[in-house]
């Protein structure tokens, strides 16, 4: 479970002492805890699953590319590299990445499997695979891919 795995991390990191990956992995345990307070409001008390904390982490490091960018365009290439470094740690935690090759293959079965004939069925091929997929694809570059695909339908 990644609760665990992060639970051990800290206390890894701690001994470690390593401040950069105890300050990274608090923040990902924080923003977790954050969900699950969030989702106690819906009637969920036993907090997000491991497959929304792996979004979670997916937009974690959305957002740190993001300030990368903006830091690299404001000649702050101190600070992109601490983001980077808090890129990396984050990476450790989600499984791995899922190729251009079984990224376009995955589209191809969740469009088969969801029944799609057109764009307007891009929803149903985007939840199915954020729900076999969490943490394995980048989906805002398949979302494109997905699109690309239903209009050619």
Do not use: W
Not at 93 to 104: D, I, V, W, Y
């Amino acid at each position: 479970m990644l609760r665990d795995d992060l639970r051990d991390a800290l206390k890894t990191a701690m001994i470690e002492k390593s401040d950069n990956k105890v300050s990274t992995i608090r923040l990902i345990i924080a923003a977790i805890k954050d969900r699950d307070i969030a989702a106690r409001s819906t009637g969920n008390l036993d907090g997000i699953s491991d497959a929304e904390i792996l979004v979670l982490l997916q937009s974690m490091i959305k957002q740190r590319n993001d300030s990368i960018e903006m830091y690299t365009k404001g000649g702050r290439s101190d600070l992109a590299e601490a983001e980077k470094s808090e890129i990396d740690i984050i990476r450790t935690f989600m499984p791995k990445q899922l190729g251009e090759a079984e990224t376009a293959s995955a589209i191809s079965e969740a469009i088969s499997a969801t029944g799609a004939v057109g764009l307007k069925d891009m929803g149903k091929v985007m939840a199915l695979l954020r729900e076999k997929y969490a943490g394995q694809i980048d989906f805002s570059q398949a979302s494109v891919k997905v699109k690309e695909q239903l209009a050619q339908i």
